[in-house]
């Protein structure tokens, strides 16, 4: 909630009308205060954060459009006027500064998004999701072809894309038209040799255009086999038949020497399958559209092991073209005197929490103030684009070397003057799948308590792009491995990845109203009847789903519609370790457990807390049968 005073400054600044007096906002003339001298040195931050550190040095208030932010930036600069670094922070963005005030006032200078830029980021992602449909369309048609003489011509054909693909990657002058083309076949191709997702894709383009328009706004779609080209169905089915084949068991060795003979397993015995039901949902994080595929036999309902990608996601797409058509394999430095003077690694402390969550946006940080380059950079280190947090990232000495760590984050180096921009490729995609940094500074670094969950923590990780989630998950080891005691961090994306029953159960928690989610926190059932269509479908995914545990079997979505969802706790207590109270020398592993053990009751009660946490568990009930569908451990402060 804003305060009061901050209420009161936001009414000002929107009540104010622009300055025009002057065509240049940032006119030193106009306000000789834009010449006064600042320094500043802003390691990865959300525009508004950069924005308050230059109006607190310089005196003059400075602001953000709401906006904008959250969108993150780096900032170095030594000894320079203030109108300069206001400039290049903008540029770096291509947003604008807006001069605002009242006559005979100070000016307020807020920085802007333009119209324009908004209106070119959203038709590219239009553009994005058009190619998207264009490609799973394509690949639709071929998966209605497939036929079982044509598999060698198909990997023929995947290794003939694949040579073509490595040949124009190395020269790095690949165009629109061949990347679409490239994509576009490798989906195809794709489609048609998985049985599961090639069900999927042929279920997908037999809806009609008011149902994709439905599917597209959150709504999920069932199809069944009848609506399946009868020919594909039953090679789909013949193969799903031969995947999930297992294989013969070895004989049972008999328990004592004597026992007069060996016993043996059955071989197995297909069963004759006769349907198909496939589930098709939207992926609020990616953009694309997933499935849930099940093979029928007469009672029994198989498949739904996993959910399968069906179209192709629009941010993963324009992080591919935009990447491919920039030559990324090979990436080259500007032409530009600046890079090729000679510079030096940066030397600072690299166990700080900032280099943890975001290595190489702080490394970049330091090495341009290490050779007194001032640096504006439109830096987003979650972005979809490869998996940046999974690799260590070392000391860089050179531009060269930063331009190669910059490859892994869609971003490229541009010259201004003397000063150096970073730009970012992906720009719609990061701001439309955006995680503010500050949110995961709340997941990683609660004071006392890192890496420890609240349930709303949970449910805003289950909504996480899956390469975030990963990225997530490798940010938090390197920061566990320094803090030493566990946190739930880890253990949350991973259950995750191994059991997708918690995501969308959390998920489907997250889409309650305020009053349902309520009734589950005091341990009332909410029908599934009851919820929002979305959060409903969600938890009858969950149930479908196959779980780790055997009190927790799957569900179909017939006997699940009219359960209810409910919420159980049981309270435990955890240690909770204060860092600040253990000696830096004491923090290693081999270090700390018999540094602890030897202190005194009163010096341990100042290192370790005891704070009460929670093992939630969300069921499905009828009222007679109870199916767990999540558990989470999620601390209380």
Same mark, same amino acid.
Request: without cysteine; aromatic residues 6%.
């Given at each position: 909630?804003?305060?009061?005073?901050?209420?009161?400054?936001?009414?000002?600044?929107?009540?104010?009308?622009?300055?025009?007096?002057?065509?240049?906002?940032?006119?030193?003339?106009?306000?000789?205060?834009?010449?006064?001298?600042?320094?500043?040195?802003?390691?990865?931050?959300?525009?508004?954060?950069?924005?308050?550190?230059?109006?607190?040095?310089?005196?003059?208030?400075?602001?953000?459009?709401?906006?904008?932010?959250?969108?993150?930036?780096?900032?170095?600069?030594?000894?320079?006027?203030?109108?300069?670094?206001?400039?290049?922070?903008?540029? =770096?963005?291509?947003?604008?500064?807006?001069?605002?005030? &009242?006559?005979?006032?100070?000016?307020?200078?807020?920085?802007?998004?333009?119209?324009?830029?908004?209106?070119?980021?959203?038709?590219?992602? %239009?553009?994005?999701?058009?190619?998207?449909?264009?490609?799973?369309?394509?690949?639709?048609?071929?998966?209605?072809?497939?036929?079982?003489?044509?598999?060698?011509?198909?990997?023929?054909?995947?290794?003939?894309? /694949?040579?073509?693909?490595?040949?124009?990657?190395?020269?790095?002058?690949?165009?629109?038209?061949?990347?679409?083309?490239?994509?576009?076949?490798?989906?195809?191709?794709?489609?048609?040799?998985?049985?599961?997702?090639?069900?999927?894709?042929?279920?997908?383009?037999?809806?009609?255009?008011?149902?994709?328009?439905?599917?597209?706004?959150?709504?999920?779609?069932?199809?069944?086999?009848?609506?399946?080209?009868?020919?594909?169905?039953?090679?789909?089915?013949?193969?799903?038949?031969?995947?999930?084949?297992?294989?013969?068991?070895?004989?049972?060795?008999?328990?004592?020497?004597?026992?007069?003979?060996?016993?043996?397993?059955?071989?197995?015995?297909?069963?004759?399958?006769?349907?198909?039901?496939?589930?098709?949902?939207?992926?609020?994080?990616?953009?694309?559209?997933?499935?849930?595929?099940?093979?029928?036999?007469?009672?029994?309902?198989?498949?739904?092991?996993?959910? /399968?990608?069906?179209?192709?996601?629009?941010?993963?797409?324009?992080?591919?073209?935009?990447?491919?058509?920039?030559?990324?394999?090979?990436?080259?430095?500007?032409?530009?005197?600046?890079?090729?003077?000679?510079?030096?690694?940066?030397?600072? &402390?690299?166990?700080?929490?900032?280099?943890?969550?975001?290595?190489?946006?702080?490394?970049?940080?330091?090495?341009?103030?290490?050779?007194?380059?001032?640096?504006?950079?439109?830096?987003?280190?979650?972005?979809?684009?490869?998996?940046?947090?999974?690799?260590?990232? /070392?000391?860089?000495?050179?531009?060269?070397?930063?331009?190669?760590?910059?490859?892994?984050?869609? =971003?490229?180096? =541009?010259?201004?003057?003397?000063?150096?921009?970073?730009?970012?490729?992906?720009?719609?995609?990061?701001?439309?799948?955006?995680?503010?940094?500050?949110?995961?500074?709340?997941?990683?670094?609660?004071?006392?308590?890192?890496?420890?969950?609240?349930?709303?923590?949970?449910?805003?990780?289950?909504?996480?792009?899956? %390469?975030?989630?990963?990225?997530?998950?490798?940010?938090?080891?390197?920061?566990?491995?320094?803090?030493?005691?566990?946190?739930?961090?880890?253990?949350?994306?991973?259950?995750?990845?191994?059991?997708?029953?918690?995501?969308?159960?959390?998920?489907?928690?997250?889409?309650?109203?305020?009053?349902?989610?309520?009734?589950?926190?005091?341990?009332?059932?909410?029908?599934?009847?009851?919820?929002?269509?979305?959060?409903?479908?969600?938890?009858?995914?969950?149930?479908?789903?196959?779980?780790?545990?055997?009190?927790?079997?799957?569900?179909?979505?017939?006997?699940?519609?009219?359960?209810?969802?409910?919420?159980?706790?049981?309270?435990?207590?955890?240690?909770?370790?204060?860092?600040?109270?253990?000696?830096?020398?004491?923090?290693?592993?081999?270090?700390?457990?018999?540094?602890?053990?030897?202190?005194?009751?009163?010096?341990?009660?100042?290192?370790?807390?005891?704070?009460?946490?929670? %093992?939630?568990?969300?069921?499905?009930?009828?009222?007679?049968?109870?199916?767990?569908?999540?558990?989470?451990?999620?601390?209380?402060?």
């Amino acid at each position: 909630m804003l305060r009061w005073h901050k209420l009161i400054f936001l009414a000002v600044v929107l009540l104010t009308t622009p300055l025009l007096a002057h065509e240049d906002a940032l006119d030193p003339k106009a306000d000789p205060r834009l010449e006064k001298m600042v320094s500043i040195f802003q390691t990865p931050a959300p525009l508004s954060a950069v924005v308050k550190a230059l109006s607190t040095q310089s005196g003059v208030l400075l602001t953000t459009e709401r906006s904008i932010s959250e969108y993150r930036a780096i900032l170095v600069a030594d000894e320079r006027p203030l109108h300069e670094v206001m400039r290049k922070l903008a540029e =770096a963005f291509g947003f604008s500064w807006e001069r605002k005030g &009242k006559e005979g006032e100070p000016p307020v200078y807020m920085l802007v998004q333009p119209p324009a830029d908004a209106g070119r980021e959203a038709a590219e992602l %239009r553009e994005m999701e058009r190619l998207a449909d264009e490609i799973w369309r394509y690949a639709a048609a071929q998966a209605a072809k497939w036929a079982p003489a044509g598999t060698k011509e198909v990997e023929a054909r995947m290794e003939e894309l /694949h040579k073509t693909f490595e040949a124009r990657l190395k020269e790095g002058k690949m165009s629109r038209a061949e990347v679409v083309s490239i994509l576009r076949e490798a989906s195809a191709v794709s489609a048609s040799q998985q049985p599961w997702r090639r069900a999927a894709t042929l279920a997908l383009v037999s809806l009609s255009p008011a149902r994709v328009r439905q599917l597209r706004e959150g709504n999920i779609q069932q199809v069944t086999g009848d609506a399946l080209p009868p020919e594909a169905l039953k090679q789909i089915l013949e193969e799903w038949r031969e995947v999930e084949k297992p294989a013969p068991p070895a004989p049972i060795r008999p328990e004592e020497p004597d026992t007069p003979e060996i016993r043996t397993e059955k071989p197995y015995q297909s069963q004759q399958w006769n349907n198909v039901e496939v589930w098709l949902f939207p992926d609020p994080a990616s953009g694309n559209i997933k499935a849930l595929v099940y093979f029928i036999s007469p009672g029994t309902r198989m498949g739904g092991a996993q959910v /399968h990608e069906v179209t192709p996601s629009p941010w993963d797409l324009h992080i591919m073209m935009n990447g491919l058509l920039r030559g990324m394999i090979e990436p080259r430095l500007p032409e530009s005197p600046l890079f090729q003077k000679a510079t030096k690694a940066a030397e600072f &402390k690299r166990n700080t929490n900032d280099y943890l969550i975001d290595p190489t946006g702080t490394e970049l940080a330091h090495f341009a103030r290490a050779n007194r380059i001032p640096l504006a950079a439109e830096w987003y280190p979650f972005s979809l684009g490869g998996m940046p947090g999974v690799r260590a990232v /070392h000391a860089v000495a050179s531009w060269g070397q930063v331009m190669m760590q910059l490859r892994d984050y869609s =971003a490229e180096l =541009a010259v201004s003057g003397d000063w150096v921009l970073v730009r970012s490729f992906a720009r719609a995609v990061a701001r439309r799948t955006n995680i503010p940094h500050a949110q995961i500074a709340k997941w990683l670094l609660k004071p006392q308590a890192e890496g420890n969950l609240t349930l709303d923590d949970y449910a805003e990780i289950a909504f996480l792009h899956e %390469r975030q989630r990963e990225n997530l998950d490798a940010t938090s080891q390197r920061l566990m491995a320094r803090i030493l005691e566990g946190g739930s961090l880890i253990t949350a994306v991973s259950k995750m990845e191994r059991n997708p029953r918690v995501m969308f159960a959390l998920q489907a928690y997250a889409l309650l109203n305020a009053s349902q989610k309520r009734a589950l926190l005091n341990g009332q059932p909410v029908p599934l009847t009851a919820m929002p269509r979305q959060a409903a479908a969600r938890v009858q995914i969950a149930a479908a789903l196959p779980d780790t545990s055997a009190q927790s079997p799957s569900l179909s979505p017939d006997e699940t519609a009219q359960m209810a969802l409910v919420m159980q706790t049981e309270r435990e207590e955890w240690e909770l370790i204060d860092w600040s109270q253990v000696p830096e020398e004491m923090r290693e592993v081999g270090a700390f457990r018999p540094w602890l053990e030897n202190l005194s009751p009163e010096e341990r009660a100042k290192v370790v807390k005891k704070v009460p946490t929670l %093992r939630i568990m969300l069921n499905l009930t009828d009222g007679d049968r109870v199916v767990m569908l999540a558990y989470i451990t999620t601390i209380q402060m």
